[in-house]
């Protein structure tokens, strides 16, 4: 089955650019999905197929997707952005959704 | 503004079945697929399957393969998921989301498997 692996915590401080990786075998060909889960919520969509942003996403997050590696992009990272995020795909070889682990964003 | 409201909390002894609903509101049913996603305590996101509630479609991840019943009544616009056989292990929030990309999600349902 297919794998994404994300690392399980990346920190950064206020202003700043968080990147967090998404990896998995020639995820470049596929479409990447970022959730932001925030403690004791449900997740929350924030970058879908790549780099698009539903309507109310702030432009701070971005995605992109190429190779081995897909990456969400927070700039200008607010306290409010710690949470835990995570990538999913289309695994199109078993016709399933497969989810990252997550990870843990902390501002310092 | 769509919506996806999901039925309360549930506690089951071992060995029992748990059926959870999902009403959407202010989107047509039969347009988006509905997804089910759990979340165990202190742990990630696991994908369990999905329905197309426009002929009733669905598809499961393996590990619950035998054990989920995933419908779609579209006389109320909700969706039901249905876990059977039920162990300590199934203790964990089960969402349900819309499309293929999901978007939005439910407010997730809190299920507790203890004798």
């Known amino acids: 089955s297919y794998v994404l692996t994300q690392p399980p915590s990346v920190s950064v401080a206020p202003g700043q650019t968080a990147r967090i990786t998404c990896g998995g075998n020639?995820?470049?060909?596929?479409?990447v999905h970022w959730y932001q889960q925030k403690s004791g919520q449900a997740p929350v969509l924030v970058v879908y197929d790549n780099s698009d942003r539903p309507s109310g996403i702030p432009e701070r997050f971005s995605g992109s997707n190429s190779g081995n590696t897909a990456t969400l992009t927070i700039g200008r990272v607010e306290a409010g952005d710690e949470a835990d995020y995570y990538c999913q795909v289309w695994d199109s070889s078993t016709d399933h959704w497969v989810f990252g682990g997550g990870t843990k964003l902390t501002v310092l | 503004e769509v919506q996806l409201v999901q039925s309360g909390t549930e506690v089951r002894k071992p060995g029992t079945s748990v059926k959870i609903s999902c009403k959407i509101s202010d989107y047509t049913f039969t347009e988006h697929y509905i997804q089910w996603v759990r979340q165990a305590p202190g742990k990630g996101l696991e994908w369990m399957g999905l329905?197309?509630?426009?002929?009733?479609?669905?598809i499961f991840a393996e590990k619950f393969q035998g054990r989920l019943t995933i419908t779609a009544d579209t006389s109320s616009d909700t969706a039901y998921m249905e876990l059977s056989s039920l162990r300590s292990e199934d203790t964990a929030v089960y969402y349900c989301?819309?499309?293929?990309?999901?978007?939005?999600w439910g407010q997730g349902t809190l299920v507790t498997v203890s004798s």
């Open positions: 020639n995820i470049g060909s596929k479409g």
């Open positions: 989301a819309r499309g293929s990309h999901l978007d939005p």
């Open positions: 329905i197309d509630p426009e002929n009733g479609e669905t």
